[in-house]
């Protein structure tokens, strides 16, 4: 069975655009490969964070992790910081990555321009940290939206950089890319990506929204005059949109809601989605808050971490031996 490698910040509570890009299909695909799903505090670092707040939403994403659908039976649920492995397979990682091509990441050059009181190095270098959480796991599988494609990248370079220099002993990943849903738009300008970050509560619905709040966003997002339910995202991006979200809820195809609403408005297709929407919240946070309170969560986390680690300490003590680090052991 192949190897999938997926990791998520803690920097905020995922939006609904995250669920349908990614922990759905997560869900999905946890039979069909060994995953690893890790909850990356330490990429989270590289920009300020409150100390007691990164704590509770490294715990409210592996809550939010288990009720999207992850079976811990069946994946492998950790938080990197427990697992020294991946600074140290950084470190390694970045003494092979040169300075040039960690400056040409488009988002060091957008996170950067947004710092005011100097740029803080972990932006520049995290890309080797970001590799090196997945070649810890014989990755096979990494699955990215857009705006991680660069990074990926990296990381194959890295990974061909390391075995050519040293010995053949890293996993090259290949990216899977998200199927349909994999980029859901913000509610109010549906020609940008949907973002927890926004400045505009309605331009994105979190799934910690309060359920009935989420169908008002739902209402009042942005269509356009014409009426017409029909999927066209250069045209309609609006409806579009809402109609990715419809589809991915419901698993209904977007050619039967077209259809289905082919008589009806923006209106009836914009409350009957509304309530698709709030009755999806209110199932999922019932889920949420059961784990997030339990104890389970914790054993949940501590096995992930032992299992995690077992794994990368055998990749980890590989590249140390190969780039000559530590002493050899006599058997």
């Known amino acids: 069975m192949e190897t999938l490698f997926s990791g998520i910040q803690p920097s905020g509570i995922p939006t609904i655009g995250n669920y349908i890009g990614a922990l759905k299909q997560f869900t999905d695909i946890q039979d069909e490969y060994d995953c690893y799903f890790c909850i990356v505090d330490q990429h989270a670092i590289t920009v300020p964070q409150d100390r007691l707040k990164l704590r509770k939403q490294t715990r409210q994403l592996a809550a939010i992790y288990l009720a999207s659908g992850l079976n811990p039976d069946k994946v492998t649920l950790f938080i990197q910081s427990e697992v020294p492995a991946h600074a140290q397979a950084g470190w390694?990682?970045?003494?092979?990555?040169?300075?040039?091509?960690?400056?040409?990441?488009?988002?060091?050059?957008?996170?950067?321009?947004?710092?005011?009181?100097?740029?803080?190095?972990?932006?520049?270098?995290?890309p080797p940290l970001m590799a090196a959480d997945i070649v810890l796991y014989n990755t096979n599988i990494v699955p990215v939206g857009e705006?991680?494609?660069?990074h990926m990248e990296l990381t194959r370079n890295l990974v061909e950089r390391f075995n050519s220099r040293y010995n053949d002993i890293l996993t090259k990943p290949e990216v899977k890319m998200p199927k349909v849903g994999g980029r859901v738009m913000s509610l109010q300008d549906p020609t940008r990506k949907m973002s927890k970050s926004d400045d505009n509560q309605k331009n994105f619905i979190s799934l910690l929204d309060e359920p009935r709040l989420a169908a008002k966003k739902i209402r009042s997002a942005v269509t356009d005059s014409d009426g017409?339910?029909?999927?066209?995202?250069?045209?309609?991006p609006g409806i579009s949109n809402l109609l990715t979200i419809y589809s991915s809820l419901t698993d209904e195809t977007i050619e039967a809601l077209e259809a289905k609403y082919a008589d009806s408005g923006y209106g009836q297709f914009k409350g009957d989605l509304a309530e698709i929407v709030e009755q999806f919240l209110t199932d999922f946070q019932e889920k949420y808050n059961q784990f997030y309170e339990s104890e389970e969560l914790d054993e949940i986390l501590?096995?992930?971490?032992?299992?995690?680690?077992?794994?990368?300490n055998k990749t980890l003590t590989k590249m140390e031996r190969a780039m000559g680090l530590g002493r050899k052991r006599k058997r």
């Open 92 to 126: 390694m990682l970045t003494t092979i990555s040169s300075i040039g091509e960690l400056e040409r990441m488009t988002q060091f050059k957008d996170k950067a321009s947004k710092q005011n009181d100097g740029i803080p190095a972990g932006l520049l270098t995290y």
């Open 147 to 150: 705006d991680q494609k660069q």
């Open 302 to 312: 501590d096995n992930g971490r032992d299992k995690a680690q077992f794994v990368a």
């Open 228 to 236: 017409i339910i029909k999927f066209d995202k250069e045209n309609k």
